[in-house]
């Protein structure tokens, strides 16, 4: 239960990243652009959390690295087609 415990920093990390990039794309609603800077935004520092993340608990390997990548690729490819056809 501790390692769970010593976790919920990291998360509460990650979890305000995605919160503020939640805000953000709302309130800029209007401006296309800057939601796609946005979503560019959110997928760099997602990313950047995961290998600061893995680097403290020295499990950071280049599929992790890889992993991250794509998943953030796989997201800015999926909000761009959405916000790119409207």
Known sequence: MKHYLRQIPH???L????IAAAVAFALFSYDRVFQLIITIALAVSYVAWGLIHHHIHRDLYLRVV?????????GLVIIFSIILRA
């Open 15 to 18: 979890f305000g990243i995605l």
């Open 66 to 74: 890889i992993e991250y990548i794509a998943v953030a690729t796989l």
């Open 11 to 13: 998360y509460t990390v």
